[in-house]
C-alpha cells in the first residue's frame, strides 16, 4: 500500500532554532500533502495544505511565516519550524492521499515529536 | 465540511464484536464518511470509508444508515491491538481531513 516517510521521528533543539521536518510519499505522487500537530492527549489539529509547486494554504491561526512549507516535487514536503520557542513542542503529522488508487484514503507518516528547551 | 458526533470512549472485551457508533446530521450529499485510528505516538492508521453502501475490509466493516446521518464501525472480534483512539471524518473527495476528538476504545483481556 501507500507509504509516507517522516523524517525525523524525534528532534530536540534549543529555543530560537530552526527545525526542518521531512515527509515524503515512497511509492507514489502526491501534488497534495498535509501538515497537522498534535498536543498530548489532544486530537490532530491540521494546520495547512502544502500542494506542489505553488503556495501552501494555511488554516486560521496558523503563523505562515513561522511554519514554512515547500512542496518542491511530487514526493516531498517539508516543514520548517522557523526561531521556535517551548510552547511549539508538539507531536507534527505528515498526510498524502494516493490519488491513482482511491480506496485507499490518506496516508500519514509516523509522525515527529519535537521538544524544543 | 459537516461534523461529527462520537462517545468519548468505549470498552470492549477480547475477541468479541465492538460497534463504535458516529452521528453526522448534517451530512451532505458528497461527504464520505472516513474512519482511522491512532495508536499513542503513531500517526493515524486508515481503516474504512464509504458514500452511501455498506463497505466491508480486511479490517473492519462500515455500515451507514439509509439517511446518512450516523455510522457503526464494526471490528469483528476486537484484540488488544485494536485499541486505539478511533475518529470518524466527513470529507468530500480529495479534501482535506478535519480530526475530531475521536473515541477512545479500551480492550479487556
Known amino acids: 500500500g501507500a507509504v509516507v516517510s517522516q523524517h525525523p521521528s524525534w528532534v530536540i533543539c534549543k529555543s530560537g532554532t530552526s527545525v526542518k521536518i521531512e515527509c515524503r510519499s515512497l511509492d507514489f505522487q502526491a501534488t497534495t500533502m498535509f501538515w497537522y500537530r498534535q498536543f498530548p492527549k489532544q486530537s490532530l489539529m491540521l494546520m495547512a495544505t502544502?500542494?506542489?509547486?505553488?503556495?501552501?494554504?494555511?488554516e486560521q491561526g496558523v503563523e505562515k511565516d513561522k511554519f514554512l512549507i515547500n512542496h518542491a516535487s511530487l514526493t516531498l514536503s517539508t516543514l520548517t519550524v522557523t526561531s521556535a520557542h517551548p510552547e511549539d513542542s508538539s507531536f507534527y503529522i505528515c498526510?498524502?492521499?494516493?490519488?491513482?488508487?482511491?480506496?485507499?484514503?490518506?496516508?500519514f507518516g509516523s509522525g515527529t515529536r519535537l521538544t524544543v528547551v | 465540511d459537516a461534523k461529527t458526533t462520537q462517545p468519548n470512549s468505549m470498552e470492549s472485551n477480547e475477541e468479541e464484536p465492538v460497534h463504535l457508533p458516529c452521528n453526522h446530521s448534517?451530512?451532505?450529499?458528497?461527504?464520505?464518511i472516513h474512519w482511522y485510528r491512532q495508536l499513542p505516538s503513531q500517526g493515524p492508521e486508515y481503516v474504512i470509508h464509504?458514500?452511501?453502501s455498506n463497505v466491508n475490509n480486511r479490517m473492519a466493516s462500515l455500515a451507514i444508515a439509509e439517511d446518512r446521518k450516523s455510522s457503526t464501525l464494526i471490528l469483528h472480534r476486537a484484540t488488544l491491538r485494536d485499541a486505539a483512539v478511533y475518529y470518524c471524518i466527513l470529507a468530500k473527495y480529495g479534501n482535506k481531513l478535519v480530526f475530531g476528538a475521536g473515541t477512545i476504545l479500551r480492550v479487556k483481556s
Open positions: 464509504g458514500l452511501t
Open positions: 502544502s500542494n506542489e509547486g505553488s503556495k501552501a494554504t494555511y
Open positions: 448534517t451530512i451532505s450529499g458528497t461527504d464520505y
Open positions: 498526510s498524502a492521499r494516493d490519488m491513482g488508487r482511491g480506496n485507499y484514503g490518506y496516508t
